[in-house]
Each structure stands twice: as structure tokens, then as C-alpha cells.
């Protein structure tokens, strides 16, 4: 699942055999903003012979959509290379060149965007990575000095530009992880996590696996192991602290491989997490910053383990949870205050809209302060960019604009940032509010008027079609 830039949700069809397929769907909240009561529709579908499942996506800061790689292709296990990007606008993939070989096979690894709006995934069998130019769809090496390969892993884009991530290879040292540094391309280490995420042992026996990892509004990282353990990472005084273990429930002892994470407005961390190694039943819990509280199943988690349910931050606050056995569920944090520093803020935006015209906000962190969900390498359902919210003063009805023309990805408290939007051309017209939302946070509201374009109204900014 993937949150679009005009807040609906593009979502892969699992197939027949929960093993991928061709197919792909879009979910939209209804006139009321209500994804309780959303409906679907069916979208353009992959070329032929690319049905992938497990594979890194991203939303670029065009509003396109790219997926990379894949662990299994048409059901069958494979090293795949292929990528895609679709367009929102046309309703197309299109193929991509495949990252150069000399790169490795981007499947069971990490993928992000990086604070410049770069596209960055990893190799399976390599210690490299490979940035992506979305202008002409070409793949640049990078990634030097990195100690162990990507397999397995997860990044977190930090407040300061620089991207961690836990070692799950790295035979030697079983506790270490690394900082990439988007300047020098290259990789340096972030210390110990003090006990062990990840499941290898130092004669390479192990699954190599781990739990998501999330950065949280007052700038530390919580990392969810599959050994049961989880650690925090301070990206402050760049220092890890243990966390506080998962527990032993009805004799079984929990941890998180390849499980789902995604950040409250509070700025506590739901996740997902099931005994031992793809093991069912899973339970879920909350994180405060310093407990791990469980609360409520879904209705199918007794036949789950973590690796199968996949989360992401709607622009409600709300956390959708796909278990991938036909039943999805929200999630709504309550009696909790939001972050106050996880509040976006605009700061410049037109008060006189024309339906079907481009305009330009700016505000500061319009991006949030965190990716806002993450999963266990692979797919980052990552929400750390604006969405523009209209509410019509007389009907309360909810219009999302599309956004695009994203100044970048940073998720730097108080960051200045910008992006474009084209407000709907069947919104409701006359008075509204207008809101910025990111990562499920909606800044303080500004009054504008919608009006019906009559003539020529020329603007500054008018989308590409």
C-alpha cells in the first residue's frame, strides 16, 4: 500500500495465491474524508510477465510511484531487476532500465528517498547502492565503505540528512550499524545497538533477519529486533540505548521478523510482532518511548505472523493494516495528545483558489518529522511529504488537491520546505479551510475561497498533463 499525493491509496493485487500479481487498485476515502467508508477502483495494471512481491517502492516528489526489484516474480522465487514507475495522471507504468549489474539484485533489501527527493535502494548480494534520476530514468553506483551487504535491512532517513541502518550481515560484529552520508556517498558506523537485533550468529548461521526500525518526533530511531530485543538510537548525540524486550506470551517469546511499524500522532510507534520465525499468532503493541504496552488483535492475527501484515499512516491520523488475507483494519490512536513538534505549519499559500489551477505552498516541515511507517527492508510505505486537505465551510465535505514539485524529503524539525498543488476540478467552490497534512498531522487551517475558473485566470504554476 501506498499513500498517493492526492490522498488516495494505491494498493498491489496479492493475486490468486497471495504471491503477487499484474494488478493494482486504488482505495478513496469517501466525500466525508472517511477511508472507514472508502471505495475501490481498478487501475492500469503492470506489462506483462512483472508481478512482483516484495519489492521497494517509493512516492517521488513528482507524485509518481516507483517499484524496484522483487523477491518472487509471477510466484517464483527470483534475484528480480526489474522496476516500474507509475504516473497518477495517465494511469500508466512504464518500465525501467534495470540498475547495473555491477550494483547486485535489489530483492530482500532497503530502499529510501533520500532528503534531496534521490531515490536510494540497496543490493541483496552487495555492499553498494544505487541512486535513481527520475529526470531521464538512469541508475548512478554509490555507497562506499560499507561493512557488511544489504540483505535483510532497513534504513531511516534522520533529521540531519544522513540515513541509518542496523547490520544484519556483518559476521564479525554483531551489534554494529552504519550512517550513510549523501555528500561523500559513502558509509561510516553508528556504534553498537548494545544487544542483538538482528538473527545471525558470527559463524553466518541465522536467518540474517529484523524488525522495522522508525524514527520518532523527539529525534531518536526505535529499532525492533527478531531476536526479541529492540534498541533506540539518538540521532542527537548519535548513541544507542537498549529498549525494552518483547515479551514471552503463553510461553512463546516475541520478536519481529520482517513486521510492520507506523507512527502515531502522539509520536508512539504501533508495530506488529509474533513468536519466532514466521510463526503465528501475532499481537500488537505500542511503544511510548520507553515500554512496549499491548493492545487489541485484529480479527485475523491468530493467523498471521508479523511478516504478513503491512501498515501505513493515512492523512486521518489513523493507521491502515492490511493483513493480506482479505481484511483490512484501521487503527485510531485515542486519549493521546499530538507531538507538538510533529505539527506541520504554512506559512505562504494563495487564499483565492481556481477549480483545476496549480499553486504553491510553503510552510516549515510540511514533510513531518519522520518517514512516518516502515517494514522490515523491502517495501517503505513512506509518508514524509505534503498533501494538501480542503474542507468546504458550508457541506464539511473533503477534497484532497494533488501535490507535486516537492522542494525534498527532509524530515528535519522546522524545516522549511514547498511543493505544488492542483486543486480538484470538481471541488465544492466557495469558502473552505485549507490544511497541510503529513504523516497524518494537519497544520493549523487557513481560509480560502474556490471558485470556478471563468475566462483566463492565469497563475504562476500550472501542472504538466
Same mark, same amino acid.
Given at each position: 500500500m501506498l499513500l498517493l499525493t492526492d490522498g488516495t491509496l494505491l494498493v498491489q493485487d496479492q493475486g490468486a495465491e497471495n504471491s503477487g500479481s499484474t494488478g493494482w487498485w486504488r482505495f478513496a476515502p469517501d466525500i466525508n474524508g472517511s477511508y472507514l467508508n472508502g471505495a475501490w477502483s481498478q487501475l492500469a495494471s503492470l506489462p506483462a510477465g512483472f508481478a512482483p512481491l516484495y519489492f521497494d517502492t517509493a512516492v517521488l516528489t513528482d507524485g509518481r510511484v516507483i517499484i524496484v526489484g522483487g523477491q518472487y516474480n509471477n510466484g517464483q522465487e527470483t534475484s528480480a531487476t526489474r522496476g516500474a514507475i507509475y504516473d497518477p495522471l495517465t494511469n500508466q507504468w512504464t518500465l525501467l532500465p534495470p540498475p547495473p549489474a555491477s550494483a547486485g539484485s535489489p530483492f530482500d533489501s532497503p530502499g529510501t528517498v533520500l532528503a534531496n527527493g534521490t531515490f536510494m535502494i540497496g543490493a541483496d548480494d552487495s555492499t553498494h547502492q544505487v541512486l535513481f534520476n527520475a529526470a531521464n530514468l538512469s541508475w548512478t553506483i554509490t555507497g562506499s565503505g560499507k561493512a557488511d551487504i544489504n540483505n535483510e535491512?532497513?534504513? /531511516?532517513?534522520?533529521?540531519?540528512?544522513?540515513?541509518? +541502518?542496523?547490520?544484519?550481515?556483518?559476521?564479525s560484529n554483531l551489534t554494529n550499524s552504519e550512517l550513510y552520508q549523501p555528500l561523500s556517498g559513502g558509509w561510516s558506523s553508528a556504534g553498537s545497538t548494545i544487544v542483538k537485533l538482528d538473527d545471525t550468529n558470527a559463524d553466518g548461521s541465522g536467518t540474517n533477519e529484523l524488525g522495522p526500525q522508525l524514527l520518532r518526533p523527539d529525534g531518536t530511531v526505535f529499532a525492533a529486533g527478531a531476536t526479541g530485543h529492540t534498541s533506540?538510537? /539518538? /540521532?542527537?548525540?548519535? +548513541?544507542?540505548?537498549?529498549?525494552?524486550?518483547?515479551?514471552?506470551?503463553?510461553?512463546?517469546?516475541?520478536?519481529?521478523?520482517?513486521?510492520?511499524?507506523?507512527?502515531?500522532? /502522539?509520536?508512539?510507534?504501533?508495530?506488529?510482532?509474533?513468536?519466532?520465525?514466521?510463526?503465528?499468532?501475532?499481537?500488537?503493541?505500542?511503544?511510548?518511548?520507553?515500554?512496549?504496552?499491548?493492545?487489541?488483535? +485484529?480479527?485475523?492475527?491468530?493467523?498471521?505472523?508479523?511478516?504478513?501484515?503491512?501498515?501505513?499512516?493515512?492523512?486521518?491520523?489513523?493507521?491502515?493494516f492490511n493483513s493480506r488475507l482479505g481484511d483490512i483494519e484501521l487503527f485510531t490512536e485515542t486519549g493521546a495528545a499530538i507531538a507538538a513538534n510533529a505539527v506541520p505549519a504554512i506559512t505562504v499559500v494563495p487564499t483565492s483558489l481556481v477549480a483545476g489551477k496549480s499553486y504553491l505552498v510553503s510552510g516549515r516541515q510540511l514533510n513531518g518529522v519522520s518517514q512516518g511507517a516502515a517494514y522490515a527492508e523491502?517495501?517503505?510505505?513512506? +509518508?514524509?511529504?505534503?498533501?494538501?486537505?480542503?474542507?468546504?465551510?458550508?457541506?464539511?465535505?473533503?477534497?484532497?488537491?494533488?501535490t507535486f514539485g516537492f522542494s525534498g524529503m527532509s524530515v528535519t524539525p522546522g524545516a522549511d520546505t514547498s511543493a505544488q498543488f492542483t486543486v480538484p476540478a470538481g471541488i465544492e467552490t466557495g469558502n473552505a479551510m485549507l490544511f497541510a497534512v503529513a504523516n497524518g498531522i494537519a497544520s493549523a487551517p487557513v481560509s480560502v475561497t474556490v471558485a470556478r475558473p471563468v475566462g483566463l485566470n492565469p497563475v504562476s504554476i500550472t501542472e504538466p498533463k
Open positions: 535491512e532497513n534504513w /531511516s532517513l534522520l533529521p540531519n540528512g544522513e540515513v541509518l +541502518t542496523v547490520d544484519a550481515n556483518n559476521y533506540v538510537y /539518538s /540521532s542527537g548525540t548519535g +548513541t544507542w540505548t537498549a529498549g525494552p524486550d518483547f515479551p514471552v506470551i503463553d510461553g512463546l517469546p516475541y520478536d519481529v521478523v520482517d513486521g510492520p511499524a507506523a507512527l502515531l500522532p /502522539s509520536g508512539k510507534v504501533l508495530i506488529a510482532a509474533s513468536p519466532g520465525i514466521y510463526q503465528t499468532p501475532t499481537h500488537f503493541f505500542v511503544f511510548d518511548g520507553a515500554l512496549l504496552q499491548q493492545i487489541a488483535d +485484529t480479527p485475523n492475527a491468530a493467523n498471521i505472523g508479523s511478516y504478513y501484515g503491512f501498515m501505513i499512516v493515512l492523512p486521518t491520523g489513523q493507521v491502515m523491502g517495501y517503505q510505505p513512506a +509518508t514524509n511529504y505534503p498533501l494538501i486537505r480542503i474542507v468546504n465551510a458550508t457541506t464539511k465535505h473533503v477534497f484532497y488537491a494533488r
